[in-house]
């Protein structure tokens, strides 16, 4: 592939000024395919995997089109959280830094919306809002979409989603037809593609840049069995072997979000929440916090960290498996961003071993397992840092204040265990956890040796004992001795399996198909014998 220059782009030396000012070497895949088809009229669909700079990519051309000599908004760019909106902002500002006569301004919840109205009045051309507040200024009539020739949807998936979608519906009634329309996402499913073309013209384009995986290849990703009850600690045990120096930990729910951050907090780690419930300078504050360093630990819901662009995350954890698989990709794309290596982790209890597999499967990612560290091996980790440091100290002779004292100490006392002692009080408060056992115990199986799978399919697929037993041997290779207990229900079944083959049948039946419907496989966490309500998904962000 002929590599691009910013140079050989059609675009003007004010922004190529700014973009080499910001550090950008050469365009991004995604900036030198999408720049020259924005530039040239059509609509676009923008897809590229996280961190690929599709802010800039459409951000670019953006400004390339504003008439300065117009004080009027022409270019809305739609954003799902408040924070993405100040950063797109942010972005716009520093790539149109040496532009004349173009005003942008975020508008957003929780500001005050008379300085907005302010700061509208005064000639804005491109405006960044969430839709709430969009659809404020419009009925208020403070923001005139009669001028509006190019609209943007960043995170446009979720932008279409249902949350959004009623509000997205209102805010394109109220821009004129002949408007150009870009859509900018890592992730596309078919139904939100179908449903854009409702906003697209015909000889849209779509630019997506191809690749091997889903998610990142710079990316590191694991995962971690446990049980329910030990979410926390093997979290916990996996911050202080890794002593990240910025994670953020996701959470299915505001709730979960809030529960976390207690129990970790109480533990002494540097956390605060972001979600959707928290005030806005309360969310403005913490994301500095987080972004200056000062902050460690963000936990978050997917929602309030989509998009989010912090330099240098090295760690993102799934507490808690997310609803869908695009999220899982825009999870773990917090880190690793503009090709820098990040890691992943997640945890998941036997139940989830199912889900996990499809994100695998889709995603086509190697998430790796891994058992949770024990003490030793964390204070093993800790103490190879240790002496990394001590031996850079005594190579870079740095310390020369404290001579006296330690000749001092080994005339009384044995060196050894002088140095012992210094370690003893060094390390006795490096564990945040109160850890009970070296080892976190594996995950609870279900009675005896035999563990209870469930099986998403049943009588109303035409499934019978002989067949389900047939599907199990054929696809996970195992003997139908191994195979007991089977119950078929209406829409579901059970079966025991012994427990030396559980993950084998889990891994291997999960996504075949039985009688054309694609079955999911679980490790069912209900007594034998007994069905359970199937209602997994409950939306709660
Ligand atoms: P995405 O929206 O694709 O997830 P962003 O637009 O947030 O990614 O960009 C990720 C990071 O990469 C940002 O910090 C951005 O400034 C930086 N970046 C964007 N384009 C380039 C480039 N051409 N070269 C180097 N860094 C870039
Ligand atoms: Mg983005």
Redesign the pocket.
Known sequence: MNIIK?EDLPISDDIKRA?IE???????P??SQSIPVILSGKDVIGQ??????????FSIPLLEMINPEEKNVQAVVLCPTRELAI??ST?IR?IGKYMHGIKSLPVYGGQPIERQIKALKSGVQIVIGTPGRVIDHINRKTLKMDNVKMVIL?EADEMLNMGFIDDMEEIMKSIPEERQTML?S?TMPPQIKKLSKKYLKEDAKHVAIARKELTGSTITQNYFEVNGSQRLEALCRLIDLDNPSAGIIFCRTKKGVDELVASMQAKGYMVEGMHGDMSQIQRIKTLNKFKNGSLKFLVATDVAAR???V?GVTHVFNYELPQDIESYVHRI?RTG???REGTAYSIITPKEFGFLKQIKNVTKSNIERKQVPTVQEIYNAKFKIMTEEVSSIIEAEDYSKFVDIATELTQTHDSVKVIASLLQSQFKNQLSFDYSSDKLESPAKVKGDDVRLFFSAGRRDGLTIKTLISYIKNNAKVGASQIRDIDIMENFAFVNVDNSIHRQVLEKCTGGKINKRRVNVEVSTNNKKKSRNRNRKSKNN
């Open positions: 910013f973009v910001m550090g950008f070497e050469e365009p991004s995604i900036q590229a995997q996280t961190g690929t700079g599709k802010t800039a990519a950063q797109v972005e520093k960043d900018f890592a998009g989010i662009d330099d794309g961003r503009a090709g």
